[in-house]
T-cell receptor, first 115, second 109 residues
């Protein structure tokens, strides 16, 4: 079974703090994704990566950065947390074969509260 | 225009009922199609992939209509445990996944 793990289930941070969210997958997937999910807005893509050291901006990258130094690990960084970044953060990974995308597997999510 | 659109519902149906959800997508070059299920405060989990010829998994049937650019999910003999949000997902050639905002289903005893 594919397993995607996230470093924390719940996190409370103060405004202005630097926040690191870690994601690890164990299935050698080349694609990894960070989303945030808010009520009424659905899943919104922050960043994704299709290879080590590669990254692409998603729909809402402002205020975030990412790092992918190893294939299995994709980190999301909030450089200076703000209250509007309070949200559920979901990491996912997927495989691409012959140009076709296979399903995404999600981690359990990190519920971040910024006070 | 949104890449993927779903009726948010909510759908409230009695146990044993049949319920259908539709989802439309805007990019005719979309390649892969999925239905995910998300329980309250949990992560989305794959329910089933959707193939061109349609596919069935027990009480669940998924269909794809490329000409009209929609996919559907049919749930027969609804169970209380089917209560969840169902997300329609579409991918393009750039490895990006596009999620609908989800359709809420509550199965009532």
């Amino acid at each position: 079974d594919v397993k995607v793990t996230q470093s924390s289930r719940y996190l409370v941070k103060r405004t202005g703090e630097k926040v690191f969210l870690e994601c690890v997958q164990d299935m050698d997937h080349e694609n990894m994704f960070w989303y945030r999910q808010d009520p009424g807005l659905g899943l919104r893509l922050i960043y994704f990566s299709y290879d080590v050291k590669m990254k692409e901006k998603g729909d809402i990258p402002e205020g975030y950065s990412v790092s992918r130094e190893k294939k299995e690990r994709f980190s999301l960084i909030l450089e200076s947390a703000s209250t509007n970044q309070t949200s559920m953060y979901l990491c996912a990974s997927s495989l691409t074969l012959a140009g076709l995308s296979y399903e995404q597997y999600f981690g359990p999510g990190t519920r971040l509260t910024v006070t | 225009r949104k890449e993927v659109e779903q009726d948010p519902g909510p759908f409230n149906v009695p146990e044993g009922a049949t319920v259908a959800f539709n989802c439309t997508y805007s990019n005719s070059a979309s390649q892969s199609f999925f239905w995910y299920r998300q329980d309250c405060r949990k992560e989305p989990k794959l329910l089933m992939s959707v193939y061109s010829s349609g596919n069935e998994d027990g009480r669940f049937t998924a269909q794809l209509n490329r000409a009209s650019q929609y996919i559907s999910l049919l749930i027969r003999d609804s169970k209380l445990s089917d209560s969840a949000t169902y997300l329609c997902v579409v991918t393009n050639t750039g490895n990006q996944f596009y999620f609908g905002t989800g359709t809420s289903l509550t199965v009532i005893p």
